[in-house]
């Protein structure tokens, strides 16, 4: 089983990469957790913020292999608790489909994003940078399989 996060933005700052890279290192080989970025489009005064989110839109759309699910991130989704993300990577892992996780740019993810979602999570109310949506996903994933695995890193 995979899951791709494919997110929007490149050159992220160092604790950034550091912490993706402590937390996809913690998971087991069987779970592979690979990191997709897309370059941001290009922003100006003459273009609107709808243009370049269905530009960077095509961009995530493209870099989903055909057939396989896709789990957009959008604070309009549905809030999902820790145990929930694990009950559902466990059935993930059970079902041998891959995932693509899906993190917008600045302006969030396009509507064709959106409809190509088979589910629509929110990690938060609050409005979070994309750089520590990253981390946070990348902790939760990582929080969500010590889960399944009856692993003391969860205190519930």
Not at 19 to 34: A, D
Not at 45 to 69: F, H, M, T
Request: aromatic share 6%; hydrophobic share 45%; net charge positive.
């Amino acid at each position: 089983m995979r899951i791709s996060i494919i997110a929007v933005g490149t050159r992220m700052p160092a604790w950034v990469e550091q912490g993706i890279t402590e937390y996809t290192r913690r998971l087991p080989r069987e779970l592979q957790v690979l990191w997709r970025e897309i370059p941001l489009a290009r922003r100006g005064k003459d273009v609107s913020a709808a243009s370049v989110c269905a530009a960077e839109g095509e961009q995530i759309l493209k870099a989903i292999p055909a057939g396989e699910r896709v789990v957009a991130l959008d604070v309009q989704g549905k809030r999902v608790s820790t145990e929930e993300l694990a009950r559902q990577l466990a059935a993930w892992q059970m079902s041998g489909d891959n995932y693509n996780l899906l993190i917008g740019g600045p302006d969030g993810l396009s509507p064709a994003c959106l409809a190509r979602a088979d589910l629509c999570w929110s990690l938060s109310d609050l409005t979070l940078p994309h750089p520590l949506v990253r981390v946070l996903l990348a902790e939760q994933l990582y929080r969500a399989w010590t889960i399944t695995v009856n692993h003391p890193y969860h205190r519930a």
